[in-house]
């Protein structure tokens, strides 16, 4: 008995999705309904996961489709099966270990302080796919409290739009491949081995994590979820990335709403933007950047000087601590004294520092008014020029920031961090081509030194930093 003949697979020729107008219809309900920006220039990606949807339900084209997922009957069913195709679930145990360092030393530290009386903590994994990451804070949370966590009401909440993923999430089973940065004796000790390369996590670490169904865009709807809130901690970690910019700020408000008063934001490593500082408190902690809820009594920490991700801070030098040196304001600039040989470079750098200090502390007209000042004083210095443009991008003026970043590339071709931020504004004006080209030069000029190389007016950011967030980039770019 010979077995049944599959479905023709849907065929529409590649260079016609474009004019296609039943395709172009459900790519404008897929970006509106997951805010997948991400397929707006991605026919061809978007089209191959739409073919696997039309072969499994055998609509003989894509306006058949669009009809199923308007059904009252089975549309909710098929969005969710659609959405399980056009997410990506990439992750792993302990992933970014900066962010993780910066969990156990500093943020669940605080946050375990704070709540030592009532003993309750909520923490709320956003995007969290197959559940490696809510599933790592529970193992961190348990080494931290030790037999104590028997005292704690501990919550901790993955959310996913692919229900997929959190089917897989639920049963606690990880391969090889998510465990790559876990130790074998870790691995012993948090893992039984169920299967050939096959681990299935242990209850108490289990018992500390749910999952339940998400859409992020359902925070910007008229009726957000209400049990979301009062977080001590929320990671949305490389998530944003797949949303529009405009979005994607939205987005982050809408999270920071969510925390508790002295809650805890974790983005992802290619995620933070300097217009996150005019809605939250930035805290550059070292290796990765967090955000909080506002709050003028707390005291102030250095945000971050506009990195795509975050970039350890330089070594502190030796001797004593100095204390933080107060909030500058620029109005008026003193004029320069002439100082020893060289004789600009300490006026220059000085100029420079008050404008990052001020747009590091999220007072963009501020520093605006200082580079304006600045820019009067040395007009061919290529640093006043980068950072003109990066308050600029901030205040929502990408015209005159584009031309202030090619102002610094004129004076200076080799600025990688120039190259790197033309290209990051480029790629949200939506002009790929000329993005990946500003951003290829940058990680060519990176590649000119050691990848530990401090990268000048980067804060930190060195080399190899640099060219790992064009890499991830540069995937984003061509859909890989």
């Not at 391969?175 to 691995?187: I, M, P, Q, T």
């Not at 107060?326 to 004789?343: K, Q």
């Not at 220059?348 to 600045?374: F, K, P, T």
């Amino acid at each position: 008995m010979k077995p049944p003949r599959a479905a023709p697979r849907p065929q529409v020729p590649r260079l016609a999705l474009a004019a296609d107008e039943p395709f172009q219809r459900l790519k404008r309900a897929v970006i509106a309904r997951t805010g997948h920006h991400y397929y707006a220039d991605k026919d061809d990606v978007l089209w191959d996961r739409v073919q696997r949807r039309l072969l499994a339900t055998r609509d003989r084209d894509v306006t058949a489709y669009l009809k199923r997922l308007a059904s009252e009957l089975e549309g909710e069913a098929e969005w969710a099966a659609l959405e399980t195709e056009i997410t990506i679930g990439e992750t792993f145990f302990f992933r970014y270990a900066e962010q993780f360092t910066a969990l156990r030393e500093t943020i669940l530290p605080d946050v375990l302080q704070r709540k030592a009386q009532d003993k309750r903590i909520r923490i709320w994994s956003a995007g969290c796919a197959t559940g490696a990451e809510p599933y790592s804070i529970a193992i961190l949370l348990s080494q931290m409290l030790g037999e104590a966590i028997g005292d704690w009401r501990i919550s901790i909440l993955g959310g996913d739009i692919n229900a997929a993923f959190l089917e897989t999430a639920r049963k606690g089973q990880f391969g090889r491949w998510a465990l790559r940065a876990v130790s074998d004796a870790d691995r012993a000790q948090w893992f039984t081995e169920t299967a050939r390369n096959t681990w299935t996590l242990k209850n108490p670490y289990r018992g500390l994590v749910r999952f339940e169904r998400q859409n992020l865009l359902d925070l910007l709807g008229p009726a957000p979820p209400l049990e979301l809130t009062e977080f001590d901690l929320i990671l949305c970690r490389n998530v944003l990335i797949y949303f529009h910019h405009e979005v994607v700020e939205q987005l982050v408000g809408a999270l920071g709403s969510r925390l508790a008063a002295d809650g805890w934001l974790l983005l992802g490593h290619a995620e933070p933007n300097p217009a996150f500082g005019k809605i939250l408190d930035v805290a550059q902690l070292p290796g990765t950047v967090a955000y909080r809820p506002a709050d003028p009594e707390r005291a102030a920490a250095p945000g971050p000087s506009f990195e795509a991700f975050a970039a350890p801070e330089p070594e502190p030098a030796s001797g004593p601590a100095e204390a933080p040196p107060p909030r500058w304001r620029p109005t008026p600039i003193p004029t320069p004294v002439p100082t020893a040989a060289p004789p600009e470079a300490a006026p220059i750098a000085e100029l420079v520092e008050a404008v990052r200090r001020l747009a590091d502390a999220g007072d963009y007209l501020a520093a605006e008014a200082a580079c304006r000042q600045a820019l009067a004083l040395a007009p061919e210095d290529p640093a006043l020029h980068l950072h003109d443009g990066l308050v600029l991008r901030a205040l929502g003026r990408p015209g005159p920031a584009e031309a202030a970043f090619k102002r610094a590339l004129y004076l200076d071709r080799g600025f990688a961090l120039a190259h790197y931020h033309l290209g990051l504004l480029l790629l949200d004006r939506g002009r790929g081509k000329a993005a990946a080209r500003s951003l290829k030069t940058a990680a060519q000029i990176a590649g000119t030194v050691p990848a530990d190389t401090r990268l000048a007016h980067g804060a930190g950011l060195d080399a190899g930093q640099l060219r790992k967030s064009v890499r991830l980039l540069l995937q984003s770019l061509v859909g890989v």
